[in-house]
């Protein structure tokens, strides 16, 4: 059974000119405050993203993403509580060898934390993630460097690559997927 809905009275559904032009307020600011708060954290994080990104892009020779700099950033802060001071050291380092690439200055990276963090960073432009693991969170897929070295022969086992209507065509194997 399916009940009427009644009608709420008119003069309930009114609102007075005060309360109409008080919501509009509160609305403008909100809007000038939610925009504004970001902008008064977003020099740390620049900060931050820009010295990740040097660092990265010593230790991986490649094309990086800034985005998927960012994103992995918030991975790598999460686990590491000093990684700001990590990351300096990791450019301090580079900059005493005068690096222009990773084989620069990572023979003289030291042994542990700071040369675990090194392999962790270059890990994950690699592969997309931090871990090794199957419940490892990714960050990138598409644009993991692993995958664009194979992005060329990888297609999705039912499409040719060699064009629109080229079904004759076999396609090179997708199994076995490699184990990171």
């Known amino acids: 059974m399916m009940r009427k809905l009644q009608a709420v009275p008119r003069d309930r559904m009114a609102m007075s000119r005060r309360k109409v032009l008080f919501s509009g307020l509160v609305m403008a600011a909100g ?5 504004a708060l970001p902008r008064f954290s ?3 994080a620049d900060k931050n993203t820009t010295l990740f990104m040097r660092v990265s892009r010593l230790l991986v020779n490649h094309q990086l993403s800034d985005a998927v700099g960012v994103r992995m950033l918030a991975q790598l802060a999460a686990e590491h509580a000093d990684l700001v001071t990590e990351l300096n050291h990791l450019l301090a380092i580079a900059s005493e060898h005068h690096a222009r690439r990773v084989e620069d200055f990572f023979p003289a990276i030291p042994a542990g934390e700071l040369q675990d963090l090194a392999y962790k960073i270059i890990f994950g432009w ?4 931090l871990k090794p693991e199957r419940t490892a969170k990714v ?3 598409e644009q993991a460097l692993t995958w664009h070295t ?3 022969v990888i297609a999705i086992p039912s499409y040719g690559i060699s ?3 080229r079904w004759q065509r076999i396609n090179a194997p ?5 184990q990171f």
Request: charged share 10%.
């Open 31 to 35: 809007g000038v405050i939610g925009t």
């Open 42 to 44: 977003l020099a740390d």
């Open 126 to 129: 690699y592969t997309g993630s």
């Open 139 to 141: 960050f990138a897929y």
């Open 150 to 152: 194979t992005m060329d």
């Open 163 to 165: 064009g629109p209507n």
């Open 174 to 178: 997708v199994l076995p997927v490699p």
